[in-house]
DNA sequence: CGGACAAGCTGA
DNA sequence: CAGCTTGTCCGG
């Protein structure tokens, strides 16, 4: 490590007896506290705040890192040497940004440390010979692509700002022009897109480091920074703007405590860092919509980047062809890349008996039982199993009411006349070969290119029981999207939509390219329900949940509201961030498991 | 979290 | 009462 550790400004160590003392927040889960240790003066140029040590805690050696330098001990206790320098870490701007986290997503600090450090340890940085000035920007521009840089531009002149461009635009013309002012952050929803992205960005002049594995080089500052939602966290000393690409896309937010958002650590760490936050979707949450202005093109231009949207009303359609119906056969038989999506896995989800006609049920709990595959019922919620039998008349058929993934794939395949692959999130990422695919919404994934993307049975998306169903619905929309290209594009596609609800705003939004015609109803009836941005809400759960809710009532905080149990879950509902996550600091946790989710998605 | 140590349970 | 499980405490 280069020797730049401590900063001139550190008090002078006015006798040789006095060694330096570190607080170090150990990589412990379940442990939320920091520790003083000594630095052994070997180690002394090699440790600052953020660097990443082994320590020795009762007894036993973890990871840890260090988070405040030159502190003042507390009396009385006998401090224990770092036993190792491991590497690199956070910047001590990140350091700071992830107490700040801790607080906001209430969860330890030692996990959002472990998002701001490398996988592998980094014992060392390049050091950077690059020129700071990036290249000029390349001639490269299209129609839209030139209306998308000056949009861009525009909205960098503010703290936070949403650019809105359509589905089909590639995020290259949104990310470019701002590399060409400085480093820029870029936080994209997959890898993938990260990866693509930084090929793009070198080949067109720009130096760019692309995680997890270009981390170093992006330590070593100087450098854009392109990776998924960890790009949040990934240093970037000399950042110029922080961009975060499909800023709609749940893939930003971590499934595990604490759920921090890579958008909200984004505008927080731009705001402390003074630089602008650009936020880029085709359908910007009503949360970025409330942050700051939010920059739209020309209308024509992005309808024309949304794709064109045939809408089936299954209620005038044939109901015995069920979720087959005429469009789609049409497609499939005229020899066109098709992908159909269904997000029901299995052969049935309902099934009744051709006998009696009864609802094929659980015979120890009651509940209706599902297919997962051929000659197995299951239930779903007790996880009992048993051959295709009815309970009542002992018949080994049933009819399949909710037809799945697997059963629509082999109706399918006699469709074709060809084979047709089944993909799910369990199913074997390479194989998308065949012309039609069936699947779940994974299907959109791993499919690249496709004339038709079917979605037959979009109801189950529209009025699935979470409050965000119809904002997802569109999410799945704008996949589909940029699977078959936007209406203004060469060779675009048809995304074909079934349903018995065509009116539904989340498909008048796809339908014109036009998501506000979605906002604006949503933000209406979230306010009425309660819901975010409305209001904010954190999901407790946990063999400890009922104490440590019982706990927040008892202090029956302003503003905070209880809501549960339901499902052996509580919520916390109060009308900003400050009074949910003061609430949450206030309330000490009784022992035991304890999930607490700020911002719960599933709710 | 996980080790240490104490208190509680069981069986010869 | 050894030998084991279960609970509580605490870390620099």
């Not at 299209?142 to 840089?149: I, K, M, N, P, Q």
């Not at 036009?514 to 906002?519: A, V």
């Not at 009425?528 to 954190?538: D, N, Q």
């Given at each position: ?5 401590r ?5 002078p ?12 927040v150990?990589?412990?889960?379940g ?5 003083d240790?000594?630095v052994?003066p ?9 660097t990443v ?5 009762h007894?036993?050696?973890?990871r ?11 009396p009385?206790?006998?401090?224990r040497?770092?036993a ?8 001590p701007?990140e ?5 700040w986290?801790a607080?906001r997503?209430?969860?330890?600090r030692?996990?959002l440390l ?6 592998r340890?980094?014992?060392?940085v ?5 020129p700071?000035s ?37 995020p290259?013309a949104?990310v ?5 002012t400085?480093?820029?952050v870029?936080v ?9 992205l930084?090929?793009r ?5 720009v130096?760019?480091a692309?995680l997890?594995?270009?981390?170093p080089?992006?330590r070593?500052g ?7 939602r960890?790009?949040?966290w ?11 690409l ?10 595990r405590?604490?759920?921090w ?5 984004a505008?927080?760490?731009a705001?402390r ?11 910007p949450s009503?949360e970025?919509?409330q942050?700051?202005?939010v920059?739209v093109?020309?209308?024509r231009?992005?309808?024309?980047g949304?794709?064109i949207v ?5 209620r ?5 062809k069920g979720l ?6 049409a ?12 997000n029901?896995t299995?052969?049935a ?19 209706a039982?599902?297919?997962p ?10 996880g ?5 039998v009815?309970?009542?008349c002992?018949?080994t ?13 082999e ?11 089944e ?11 065949s012309r ?11 499919v690249e290119?496709?004339d038709?993307?079917?979605f037959?049975d979009?109801?189950q998306?529209?009025?699935a ?11 799945l ?12 594009s060469?060779?675009?596609?048809r995304?074909?939509?079934q349903?018995r ?6 498909i008048s ?5 036009d998501?506000t015609r979605?906002d604006?109803v949503?933000?209406?009836?979230r ?9 904010v809400?954190?999901?407790i ?17 302003d503003?905070v ?5 339901a499902d ?9 961030h ?10 000490p ?6 999930r ?6 599933r709710?």
């Amino acid at each position: 490590m280069t020797p730049t550790g401590r900063s001139p400004q550190s008090p002078p160590l006015d006798t040789a007896a006095r060694q330096r003392v570190v607080r170090v927040v150990p990589d412990v889960r379940g442990l939320a506290r920091a520790f003083d240790y000594l630095v052994p003066p070997a180690l002394d140029a090699d440790v600052r705040v953020g660097t990443v040590v082994r320590i020795v805690l009762h007894g036993r050696r973890v990871r840890g890192w260090v988070v405040a330098d030159d502190v003042e001990p507390p009396p009385g206790v006998t401090l224990r040497p770092l036993a190792k320098v491991t590497g690199w870490g956070p910047t001590p701007e990140e350091v700071a940004l992830t107490e700040w986290a801790a607080w906001r997503w209430a969860g330890p600090r030692s996990s959002l440390l472990a998002a701001a450090t490398p996988e592998r340890a980094v014992p060392s940085v390049p050091v950077t010979t690059r020129p700071r000035s990036p290249s000029p920007p390349t001639a490269a521009t299209t129609t839209t692509g030139l209306a998308v840089a000056d949009v861009v531009r525009a909205a960098a002149a503010h703290p936070v700002s949403t650019v809105r461009v359509p589905p089909a635009v590639d995020p290259l013309a949104v990310v470019e022009p701002l590399c060409h002012t400085g480093p820029v952050v870029v936080v994209a929803p997959t890898h993938e897109v990260a990866a693509g992205l930084g090929v793009r960005l070198r080949r067109g002049g720009v130096p760019v480091a692309v995680l997890p594995r270009g981390w170093p080089d992006a330590r070593a500052g100087g450098v854009s920074v392109v990776g998924a939602r960890l790009a949040a966290w990934a240093p970037c000393p000399e950042a110029a703007a922080i961009v975060v690409l499909d800023e709609h896309d749940e893939a930003h937010q971590e499934e595990r405590t604490p759920t921090w958002h890579a958008r909200d650590v984004a505008v927080e760490r731009a705001r402390r860092a003074g630089v602008p936050c650009v936020l880029v979707s085709p359908m910007p949450s009503l949360e970025a919509g409330q942050m700051g202005p939010v920059h739209v093109l020309a209308r024509r231009v992005e309808r024309s980047g949304w794709p064109i949207v045939d809408v089936v009303d299954q209620r005038s359609e044939d109901p015995t062809k069920g979720l087959l119906g005429e469009r789609l056969v049409a497609a499939v038989r005229d020899g066109r890349r098709v992908v159909c999506v269904v997000n029901r896995t299995g052969r049935a989800r309902l099934v009744a008996c051709v006998g009696c006609g009864r609802v094929g049920e659980c015979e120890r709990c009651g509940a209706a039982v599902v297919q997962p595959g051929e000659g197995v019922l299951e239930c779903r919620r007790c996880g009992t199993t048993r051959p295709v039998v009815c309970l009542h008349c002992h018949r080994t058929r049933f009819k399949l009411l909710r037809r799945g993934v697997s059963r629509l794939r082999e109706e399918l395949e006699v469709l074709a006349g060809e084979p047709v692959v089944e993909i799910t999130a369990s199913t074997d990422a390479a194989q998308a070969s065949s012309r039609v695919v069936v699947g779940t919404e994974a299907a959109l994934h791993r499919v690249e290119r496709a004339d038709v993307v079917a979605f037959l049975d979009f109801d189950q998306e529209l009025l699935a029981p979470r409050y965000r169903a119809a904002t997802e619905a569109l999410t799945l929309l704008v996949r589909a999207g940029r699977v078959v290209g936007g209406r203004g594009s060469p060779g675009a596609g048809r995304v074909l939509v079934q349903t018995r609800l065509p009116q539904h705003e989340a498909i008048s939004a796809a339908v014109l390219g036009d998501p506000t015609r979605l906002d604006d109803v949503e933000r209406e009836r979230r306010a009425m329900l309660g819901f975010p941005p409305a209001k904010v809400l954190a999901e407790i759960s946990g063999p400890s949940a009922e104490t440590y809710t019982e706990r927040l009532a008892e202090a029956a905080l302003d503003g905070v509201e209880l809501l549960g149990p339901a499902d052996g879950r509580w919520l916390l509902r109060a009308p900003t961030h400050t009074v949910l996550c003061d609430a949450l600091a206030a309330v000490p946790r009784p022992p035991g498991r304890l999930r607490v989710a700020v911002d719960p998605l599933r709710v």
